[in-house]
């Protein structure tokens, strides 16, 4: 079972096992959504805080923090996966901390797939609210990848001008006056 929920998710780490376990549930009393199951977990190499790699046992676990990621939609029904994240313990530098996985990024709900589906949507005609209510996510979340997908694509505007400028002069015909128009290229 946990191969078949790995690829009909299309959830490519391979620290995160699958439990044999989906449930129905309901949000806010009347949205039904399928509930997955999932554990993350390995052994770290170095510490992130104080970068001490784990000799001697120097990194433990120590227990797990729990987190439900919003998914693609399955079949119309909004995807969740209860992730159940291993917190470790450094012994050098007295810290904690969790897994990261590239599923999602860190302090966030939304798994980065989600995130690919509302992108690929902004090309059609649909408003940020209709993908929003298609993807089960806000519309202040819709808003926001919106937002930073534009500040990637905005180009670099300097407030120079052009060594070369281009002008073209034409007569205008849009006024009676008929006088002399130009284009700025």
């Given at each position: 079972?946990?191969?078949?929920?790995?690829?009909?998710?299309?959830?490519?780490?391979?620290?995160?096992?699958?439990l044999?376990?989906?449930?129905?549930?309901?949000?806010?009393?009347?949205?039904?959504a399928?509930?997955?199951?999932?554990?993350?977990?390995?052994?770290?190499?170095?510490?992130?805080?104080?970068?001490?790699?784990?000799?001697?046992?120097?990194?433990?676990?120590?227990?797990?923090?729990?987190?439900?990621?919003?998914?693609?939609?399955?079949?119309?029904?909004?995807?969740?996966?209860?992730?159940?994240?291993?917190?470790?313990?450094?012994?050098?530098?007295?810290?904690?901390?969790?897994?990261?996985?590239?599923?999602?990024?860190?302090?966030?709900?939304?798994?980065?797939?989600?995130?690919?589906?509302?992108?690929?949507?902004?090309?059609?005609?649909?408003?940020?609210?209709?993908?929003?209510?298609?993807?089960?996510?806000?519309?202040?979340?819709?808003?926001?990848?919106v937002?930073?997908?534009?500040?990637?694509?905005?180009?670099?505007?300097?407030?120079?001008?052009?060594?070369?400028?281009?002008?073209?002069?034409?007569?205008?015909?849009?006024?009676?006056?008929?006088k002399?128009?130009?284009?700025?290229?």
């Amino acid at each position: 079972m946990s191969y078949y929920t790995q690829i009909l998710l299309q959830l490519k780490d391979t620290h995160i096992t699958f439990l044999d376990k989906v449930d129905e549930i309901y949000l806010k009393d009347t949205q039904k959504a399928l509930l997955f199951y999932g554990k993350l977990t390995y052994s770290p190499n170095e510490c992130p805080c104080c970068h001490m790699t784990n000799h001697n046992h120097s990194i433990v676990k120590n227990g797990t923090r729990s987190s439900r990621l919003s998914l693609v939609p399955i079949s119309g029904l909004k995807a969740c996966l209860n992730l159940s994240k291993q917190r470790f313990y450094c012994r050098n530098c007295c810290s904690s901390f969790t897994d990261q996985s590239p599923v999602v990024n860190q302090h966030s709900f939304i798994s980065n797939r989600l995130k690919q589906w509302v992108i690929s949507q902004l090309d059609t005609t649909l408003s940020t609210k209709m993908i929003s209510r298609y993807s089960n996510m806000s519309v202040h979340s819709v808003r926001r990848i919106v937002k930073d997908v534009a500040r990637q694509i905005v180009p670099n505007v300097s407030s120079e001008l052009p060594q070369h400028l281009c002008f073209d002069e034409f007569k205008g015909v849009t006024d009676r006056d008929k006088k002399n128009e130009f284009y700025l290229l």
